[in-house]
């Protein structure tokens, strides 16, 4: 059975620092691109990070560039996201996605709130 499970979400302080974790099994972990969503309240899901199969390349929205550090272990089969400087703007579900050509899977997402 196809599993994407995410972890680490929280309440956070604005400047505090989150690592989110996207754990797979069920299929062949390292074959896919992973990246990272944000499903904010009221916007489009729009897509934070991604980490290319061995890790050697990895790409961020503008708004995560110098904060966010998207990394994985494949051998674990886990991706992170290690999120710093937290403003409120980060505020919304965070959801992970396999993707190998045609193929995807999502996961269910952990909410991320960030406030005082």
């Known amino acids: 059975q196809v599993q994407l499970v995410e972890s680490g979400g929280g309440l956070v302080q604005p400047g505090g620092s989150l690592r989110l974790s996207c754990a797979a099994s069920?299929?062949?972990?390292?074959?896919?691109?992973v990246q990272w969503y944000r499903r904010a309240p009221g916007k489009e899901r729009e897509l934070v990070a991604s980490?290319?199969?061995?890790?050697?390349?990895?790409n961020y929205a503008d708004a995560a560039k110098g904060r966010f550090i998207i990394s994985r272990d494949n051998v674990k089969n886990t991706v992170f996201l290690e999120m710093n400087g937290l403003k409120p703007e980060d505020t919304g579900v965070y959801l992970c996605?396999?993707?190998?050509?045609?193929?995807?899977?999502w996961g269910q997402g952990t909410q991320v709130t960030v406030s005082s």
């Open positions: 996605r396999a993707l190998y050509g045609i193929t995807q899977y």
């Open positions: 980490i290319s199969t061995d890790g050697g390349n990895r």
């Open positions: 069920g299929f062949t972990f390292i074959r896919y691109i």
